[in-house]
């Protein structure tokens, strides 16, 4: 009888996880085998013939790939970085390092777009923030055309990232670094043990399950950070900011192609589960 009302309890989650998640993944899988165009109930089967465009000859679909790994490698190093070590001068909780932990968290909720406008604005080579620094300091030859150069756009983007989502991580570190047993650090003086050799024999890796989620969530996160990217550069100039994500936007809702942009959408899952994967494994293995 209790697993009966627990079920029902469960249903309407599980109704709402239906609709809007399962069911439009297997409409995904099934679209990417057609030329479906999105607007009419008419469509043929292709079979595999968008997968081999995508992965043998679609060079843009290469070059969002290729963007979006430089994206992920540079946000996932710097944010865990950035966010490990500013958790750890803001562990105690203190009225001032509780209001700097708000502090950091802020722009996380704002609005992806809010924050695009925002950086874009500071990047801009001759009004942008950035730039007027440099020349005030009578650095102006380090002044740069931030978002227009293909060269730098996607690092540019990333630092963007890795400023919108480091007060995010921190909270996680934070609550990680609470639950190590304090006891362990006592001992650990006791026998002498540096700074430095705490952190490394006592805090890494014990904050390890903290740090996996981190690194996971991070991962995600730049794999599904279109808005962000659209709103500042909508993947130009020359496809250097294109990523995966607005590839598929492009395909599906520019060009109507919504059974190839299915496809990439697939691929895209399959890529990201790939590298949580090897994440998650990678770091097991250091835990063991």
Do not use: C
Request: glycine share 6%; no cysteine.
């Amino acid at each position: 009888m209790r697993n009966k009302m627990l079920l029902f309890f469960m249903l309407p989650s599980l109704l709402i996880y239906g609709v809007f998640s399962f069911w439009p993944t297997l409409n995904t899988f099934f679209y990417s085998f057609t030329d479906w165009d999105g607007l009419t109930s008419e469509y043929s089967f292709v079979g595999f013939d968008h997968y081999t465009r995508l992965i043998g000859s679609d060079s843009i679909f290469h070059t969002a790939i290729t963007n979006n790994i430089k994206f992920m490698l540079v946000v996932v190093i710097f944010q865990t970085l950035f966010s490990l070590i500013l958790s750890l001068f803001l562990i105690k909780n203190s009225p001032v390092n509780v209001g700097l932990r708000a502090l950091f968290f802020f722009p996380t909720i704002l609005s992806s777009v809010s924050v695009a406008f925002i950086w874009a604005y500071m990047y801009d080579p001759s009004l942008g923030l950035l730039n007027q620094l440099f020349d005030s300091i009578g650095l102006g030859s380090f002044k740069q055309n931030w978002i227009g150069d293909q060269n730098i756009a996607i690092y540019s983007i990333s630092i963007t990232q890795v400023w919108f989502h480091t007060g995010q991580m921190i909270v996680l570190f934070v609550a990680g670094l609470h639950a190590i047993p304090k006891d362990l650090y006592e001992v650990a003086r006791i026998e002498g043990a540096s700074r430095w050799q705490s952190f490394r024999y006592v805090t890494w890796p014990l904050l390890a399950p903290a740090t996996t989620i981190v690194i996971a969530f991070t991962t995600v996160q730049t794999f599904k950070a279109f808005d962000l990217i659209y709103a500042m550069t909508r993947g130009g100039p020359n496809y250097s900011t294109e990523i995966i994500a607005t590839f598929i936007y492009t395909r599906a809702f520019r060009s109507y192609e919504f059974g190839y942009a299915s496809a990439a959408a697939v691929l895209l899952m399959a890529i990201s589960a790939l590298i949580a994967f090897l994440q998650f494994r990678l770091l097991r293995t250091e835990r063991s």
